[in-house]
T-cell receptor, first 114, second 110 residues
Framework: DGGITQSPKYLFRKEGQNVTLSCEQN?????MYWYRQDPGQGLRLIYY???????QKGDIAEGYSVSREKKESFPLTVTSAQKNPTAFYLC?????????????FGPGTRLLVL | QKEVEQNSGPLSVPEGAIASLNCTYS??????FFWYRQYSGKSPELIMS????GDKEDGRFTAQLNKASQYVSLLIRDSQPSDSATYLC??????????FGPGTRLSVLP
């Protein structure tokens, strides 16, 4: 079954704690993305990676970090520096550098602060 | 700042009617356009992509693109209550990132 998986579905963070959201894809896509969605809002780009071992900041990277050690994996860490982390986090992937590139989304992780 | 704009709605239509969703984009270099459907609490699901001026039909959905006016629309024929969702419009310019609109909430009334 090809697709994008995200875990966990729900994640609770305590004050001062770093938490890591998992994103895995078996679509053989080069590019992967992390978005944040707040209630009633659109998608805001946190980080993206076009190729293994390389990633770039998006529009709201402060308080987040990522790694891209494997093509199929792009974990996102929400650090204690992110003061308002409660949101719905979406991972996406695409073929990359393709004229008709299309993004596909994982099921999302909902992060709540205790 | 490259932007995609949508009316946030809610757009309410009766069951069986045509729902018309509109979107404008600021980046004249954008080549690809997408409509995603997002049910409450779920992730976006791709329903249509369009790359050339004109209409593209897929079942009950028709996407329309007018690059001169920088305008994209989605028509949903024979709207069903199951079509009630938020519809996100997105644009893509080769070598750059996708730009998403804030979404239009559609409510189909039985």
């Amino acid at each position: 079954d090809g697709g994008i998986t995200q875990s966990p579905k729900y994640l609770f963070r305590k004050e001062g704690q770093n938490v890591t959201l998992s994103c895995e894809q078996n679509l053989n896509h080069d590019a992967m993305y992390w978005y944040r969605q707040d209630p009633g809002q659109g998608l805001r780009l946190i980080y993206y990676s076009q190729i293994v071992n390389d990633f770039q900041k998006g529009d709201i990277a402060e308080g987040y970090s990522v790694s891209r050690e494997k093509k199929e994996s792009f974990p996102l860490t929400v650090t204690s520096a992110q003061k308002n982390p409660t949101a719905f986090y979406l991972c996406a992937s695409s073929i990359s550098w393709h004229l008709q590139e299309t993004q596909y989304f994982g099921p999302g992780t909902r992060l709540l602060v205790l | 700042q490259k932007e995609v704009e949508q009316n946030s709605g809610p757009l309410s239509v009766p069951e069986g009617a045509i729902a018309s969703l509109n979107c404008t984009y600021s980046d004249r270099g954008s080549q690809s356009f997408f409509w995603y459907r997002q049910y409450s609490g779920k992730s976006p699901e791709l329903i249509m992509s369009i790359y050339s001026n004109g209409d593209k039909e897929d079942g009950r959905f028709t996407a329309q693109l007018n690059k001169a006016s920088q305008y994209v629309s989605l028509l949903i024929r024979d709207s069903q209550p199951s079509d009630s969702a938020t519809y996100l419009c997105a644009s893509y310019n080769y070598g750059q990132n996708f730009v998403f609109g804030p979404g239009t909430r559609l409510s189909v009334l039985p």
